[in-house]
């Protein structure tokens, strides 16, 4: 059969103009869809429906609100996720962008948190705010891969956040009492929850987690809102009980110690300094490292770490009774990170224990000249001298260390022709700008060297080709653990470099050295594994052990030696002092006799907490830190 000129074509042109028929019905059943007007129980559905079911998602980004929140704490959670978008509501006029708006806080918080919480080991917390820039300085190096979890609830938050624009419902500007009416309701509703959560009764009766020392339990038990909330309370410490600067004084005035401002103390020196070889007018030159993230991580184990090779050979010889040694475990406040916590320890004599729960001080609290032992050992004669190898800024500590005492801070831009571990100024460059500040200073005139590194700085992903060496641990791979050791035993060795030095010089020395923290709980997770645990679910005893850390005290004359000592952040630099035969402040007395009462204290060790001697302790660091004037 002869098919008619031209048919194919013409069948070919049908063909094409019914499927552009069927793509633009499809098109058209999309755009539809797209723009439907939705009905008006679905609007209301997703506007009371949708923040509830933000709040579990977000909670789902690092824990299960069904199992850990309390219910009476996921109601609250839920009406001021619930009372924020009427009061978003009520601003806009527009139920999508109050809802958008929500969603769009709801995802940025809740990735924030996850990264908080696997990087320090804690949630985000009210005065987080004040150290963006610190966080924004060290962001660049930590892995922000997301495991397949977290990204499948965020694109359900963003899958939320394409559905809200059904939502439709509209209150115009000419309704300005219903507008005002919604938002004054919303803020009152804000408001009572926030008082609820802030009042030690109505917690007790809501049975919420009040214990600010576990914030992460406490943000899992109570949700993030309610949380944050209870939190924002502690941006400004209370008075202790009892407490007048009268009490305070005369708290200090018990001790027969030196005052913060004595001018005519150096001339009397010598008779205070009989520790050494022999007697001298001239105290003792006192360096202080505080070693980023330095551990040994040994004290988790109840056996010797399967190590291929030793990780800290120097100190743990040190730790054999050395000569002119004292050493031993220091507990600190912090895992994982906040370093300025630790140095806030040590250079005050103060303890974060009387402090809220992930509170700065370097930020929040330390606005005026603030007593420490810089400024002391400034008073006594010394000069005083801050280095840190990386940014000034961090943790403001450049605004920080006059108010301290200290004249001259040296940041990474002084660290002239310095060498780096995984692009991080290294521990031995450290020690040679101690060399170097020691050589340069007025013969004669003691120095004050505080020196906060940065090598061990976390992540330790063994990414950097420059590290040299490679400490491993029998039974596991984990890279971190072994990028981590092998650090530590580069800190020892600088450690070992800087004590060699001042073997041979006359100056009388003494020398400082201890860990800010322990590292992360990623790199402490395959020991924990070793013995048959995890970090989720440890003992107090077992979790108190991550807050541990080594501790040196050694001088180049004669002290008494001591070994296996406990000690906290808090009492080290008295206990330094008492050792160097340097003459105490009347605060630092008055810790050499408390620590007799309670010998540790610190987030971790709370066990005096309510006593005569907790009290009056707090009162005195509350006056030393906010009420000090200068004066006795």
Not at 302 to 316: K, T
Not at 458 to 473: A, K, R
Not at 474 to 498: C, H, I, P, R
Request: aromatic share 14%; hydrophobic share 40%; glycine share 6%.
């Amino acid at each position: 059969m002869a098919v008619p000129a031209g048919y194919g074509n013409e069948n070919g042109k049908l063909r094409k103009q019914a499927m552009q028929e069927e793509s633009r019905k499809e098109k058209n059943f999309i755009k539809r869809i797209y723009h439907a007007e939705a009905p008006k129980w679905l609007k209301y559905a997703i506007l009371f429906g949708y923040p509830v079911l933000l709040f579990y998602i977000t909670a789902f980004m690092t824990y299960n609100p069904f199992v850990r929140t309390r219910w009476r704490a996921q109601i609250l959670n839920l009406l001021l996720f619930e009372a924020f978008v009427w009061l978003l509501l009520a601003i806009t006029g527009s139920a999508v962008i109050a809802l958008r708006t929500e969603t769009i806080l709801g995802i940025a918080l809740s990735i924030a948190n996850y990264y908080v919480i696997s990087f320090r080991g804690s949630p985000v917390v009210p005065w987080d705010l004040l150290s963006l820039g610190t966080a924004a300085s060290v962001a660049g190096g930590y892995d922000y891969t997301l495991p397949p979890r977290q990204i499948a609830l965020i694109l359900l938050m963003l899958f939320l956040a394409f559905t809200e624009r059904y939502a439709k419902i509209h209150i115009s500007r000419k309704k300005i009492l219903l507008r005002a009416g919604s938002a004054v309701i919303s803020i009152a509703c804000m408001a009572g929850i926030g008082w609820m959560v802030q009042d030690d009764a109505m917690v007790s009766e809501l049975q919420l987690y009040p214990f600010l020392f576990t914030p992460t339990v406490m943000y899992e038990r109570n949700g993030f809102a309610v949380t944050f909330l209870m939190d924002i309370q502690y941006l400004k410490v209370e008075k202790p009980e009892g407490y007048s600067v009268e009490k305070a004084k005369k708290l200090l005035e018990k001790e027969d110690g030196l005052e913060w401002t004595a001018s005519d103390q150096r001339n009397n020196v010598g008779e205070e300094f009989a520790n050494q070889k022999e007697t001298t007018d001239q105290l003792p030159n006192v360096i202080v490292i505080m070693d980023e993230a330095f551990s040994d991580l040994g004290v988790l184990s109840d056996e010797a770490l399967p190590v291929n090779e030793d990780y800290m050979p120097f100190i743990h010889s040190l730790q054999q009774r050395a000569e002119n040694t004292q050493t031993g475990y220091l507990n600190v406040s912090v895992k994982g990170g906040n370093t300025a916590n630790t140095e806030f320890e040590f250079l005050t004599g103060d303890t974060m224990a009387f402090l809220p729960a992930g509170s700065i001080p370097y930020q929040q609290y330390i606005t005026k000249d603030t007593p420490s032992m810089a400024s002391y050992l400034k008073s006594l004669g010394y000069e005083t001298y801050a280095m840190h190898p990386y940014y000034a800024s961090g943790w403001n500590r450049d605004k920080i260390y006059p108010l301290l005492g200290f004249d001259s801070f040296y940041s990474s831009t002084d660290f002239y022709g310095s060498t780096y571990e995984r692009g991080y100024i290294d521990d031995s460059s450290c020690v040679d700008k101690i060399i170097e500040t020691y050589e340069k200073k007025d013969a004669g005139t003691p120095a004050f060297i505080f020196n906060v590194t940065m090598q061990n700085h976390s992540p330790y992903t063994d990414g950097y080709q420059n590290l040299q060496g490679n400490v491993t641990v029998d039974g596991t791979v984990s890279a971190q653990l072994s990028e981590y050791l092998t650090l530590v035993k580069l800190s020892d060795a600088a450690l070992e470099k800087l004590i060699d030095y001042f073997e041979t010089q006359d100056e009388p020395t003494v020398i400082v050295f201890f860990g800010d923290h322990q590292p992360t709980d990623a790199v402490v997770e395959p020991i924990w594994n070793l013995e048959g645990k995890s970090s989720s679910d440890l003992t107090e005893k077992e979790n108190q052990l991550r807050y541990k850390v080594p501790y040196v005290i050694w001088a180049n004359y004669d002290i008494d030696e001591a070994v296996n000592q406990e000690s906290s952040a808090n009492y080290l630099g008295t206990q330094m002092m008492e050792v160097a035969g340097i003459p105490l402040s009347d605060y630092q007395n008055y810790l050499l006799e408390q620590k007799k009462e309670m010998p540790l204290i610190s987030t971790q060790h709370t066990e005096a907490e309510g006593s005569d001697a907790w009290l009056n302790y707090q009162t005195l660091q509350y006056y030393l830190l906010f009420d000090w004037d200068g004066e006795k």
